[in-house]
């Protein structure tokens, strides 16, 4: 468990412009202009996410760190893309250089830096595991709202089956239609998780964000 070290406050996630995802992205974003394979869930995306896992702590070494699986992948019973959403905590997502060079051998790549919301750092693998065609690896700092709100999504629908029913139903009505940019398909889904995790809130107590 890693210390808690601050709570920033709030900034709610809003949709972004082509422009925001363009500015967003170190590199030109790609370009979609297609709907959304979805597969069925399979175990082997939790294995994947455990094998990664320890490999990313071995080369993190003494930073202070914690690692969680999240995003539908960590959800049996959801379909989902084959890329495993991984959220790395650490004291300082905006220090890159206290984790990129020792994630960089690995196979990971610097690909969104978002300095207005939270931050926000996100680096990626191709060729995951068998299973999986990538990884994206969410950093976000210790203490951050986000990190409460990712990891109890995940968790609530683990536990309930009804909202992890619609999550999915949801889910592959939005893969149908066609998504210049993969964020348009992530941010459409806002309204349905906005409304899954209110409900959540009311039922789970709030833990410190960050804390374990």
Same mark, same amino acid.
């Given at each position: ?15 972004? &412009?082509?422009? !925001?995802?363009?500015?967003?992205? /170190?590199?030109?974003?790609? /370009? ?7 597969? !069925?869930?399979?175990?082997?995306? =939790?294995?994947?996410?455990?094998? !990664?896992?320890? %490999?990313?702590?071995?080369? /993190? ?8 699986? &999240? ?13 495993? $959403? ?5 004291? $300082? ?11 960089? #051998?690995?196979?990971? &790549?610097?690909?969104? %830096?978002? #300095? $207005?919301?939270?931050?926000? %750092?996100? +680096?990626?693998?191709?060729?995951? *595991? #068998?299973? *999986?065609?990538? *990884? ?20 609530? /629908?683990? =536990?309930?089956?009804?909202?992890? $029913?619609? @999550?999915?139903?949801?889910? %592959?009505? +939005? ?5 210049? @940019? ?5 941010? *459409? ?8 995790? !209110? ?14």
């Amino acid at each position: 468990m890693m210390p808690q070290e601050r709570q920033e406050q709030e900034i709610p996630r809003v949709s972004m &412009t082509d422009e !925001e995802i363009e500015a967003a992205n /170190l590199k030109t974003p790609p /370009l979609l202009n297609s709907n959304i394979k979805l597969m !069925e869930y399979t175990p082997e995306w =939790a294995a994947a996410f455990t094998e !990664e896992a320890r %490999r990313m702590s071995d080369g /993190l070494g003494a930073l202070p760190h914690r690692i969680e699986h &999240t995003g539908s992948t960590s959800v049996p019973g959801l379909p989902a893309k084959p890329v495993i $959403d991984i959220l790395l905590i650490v004291p $300082d997502s905006a220090d890159e250089s206290a984790y990129v060079p020792s994630l960089s #051998p690995l196979g990971y &790549t610097l690909a969104v %830096r978002e #300095p $207005d919301w939270y931050e926000h %750092r996100v +680096l990626r693998k191709p060729d995951l *595991a #068998p299973s *999986a065609e990538s *990884a994206n690896l969410h950093v976000l700092s210790t203490g951050c709202p986000e990190i409460q709100r990712m990891t109890l999504f995940r968790d609530w /629908l683990r =536990a309930h089956t009804n909202d992890r $029913d619609l @999550y999915a139903r949801t889910k %592959r009505d +939005l893969a149908q239609r066609t998504w210049t @940019y993969m964020q348009h398909y992530a941010d *459409a889904k806002s309204e349905v998780i906005a409304d899954i995790l !209110e409900r959540a809130m009311r039922t789970e107590p709030p833990s410190a964000p960050g804390s374990s």
